[in-house]
């Protein structure tokens, strides 16, 4: 392994043991077996090289969830409906989030680092767009060539928008913040299709 991959690693094993805004670069050295000089050589900033393993960490995340949705077929059962595609994929959603639950705190972390940080908001803002169109792709179980920007933009967002709200929710409180079924039935009952089910 050579520094720039030792790197990421060492951040990334820093990212969960100490979060975003605690690591130094003296913890980045000694997780990673390197040294400073790497650090400037490889990512120019302390704070390029916690971004390149947050996001590294979140694109590993949505490849392995995406994984398990598609390749088990949960967002492509033959008859389903928008909703119940939606619902199925944020039930899985949340049930990913305890396995990544470090990677989680770390990328709010990064969200306000990025206000300082033009790199890493631009770094965020481009996996936010990438996001948007997955997510939309799989509510409407379209490949992501066919949406049209619109879908992107409305079913995609909201989706993303979601997604931060309720991972707030489940680090804050897991035990009562919303399921997949919650979440379609929010849905059911704000478009008046139907009332949500007694659970």
Request: proline share 3%.
């Amino acid at each position: 392994m050579g520094h720039r991959e030792a790197l990421l690693a060492g951040a990334r094993q820093c990212i969960v043991e100490r979060g975003y805004a605690r690591t130094t670069a003296r913890d980045l050295v000694a997780a990673s077996g390197t040294n400073l000089g790497s650090i400037g050589y490889h990512f120019g900033t302390k704070e390029a090289l916690l971004t390149a393993a947050i996001v590294e960490g979140l694109e590993e995340w949505g490849e392995r969830f995406e994984g398990i949705l598609v390749g088990g077929g949960a967002l492509r059962e033959a008859g389903q409906t928008p909703l119940e595609r939606f619902e199925a994929m944020w039930s899985r959603v949340v049930d990913s989030f305890v396995e990544n639950r470090a990677l989680l705190l770390a990328s709010f972390e990064a969200f306000i680092a990025a206000e300082r940080n033009p790199e890493l908001r631009a770094l965020l803002t481009s996996a936010y767009q990438e996001a948007r169109s997955g997510l939309a792709a799989m509510v409407l179980g379209q490949p992501e060539d066919d949406l049209d920007e619109g879908a992107i933009r409305s079913v995609g967002s909201l989706n993303l928008a979601l997604m931060t709200g309720v991972i707030a929710q489940w680090l804050l409180d897991p035990d009562r913040s919303p399921s997949g079924a919650d979440l379609a039935d929010g849905l059911r009952a704000i478009a008046g299709s139907s009332r949500p089910a007694a659970r």
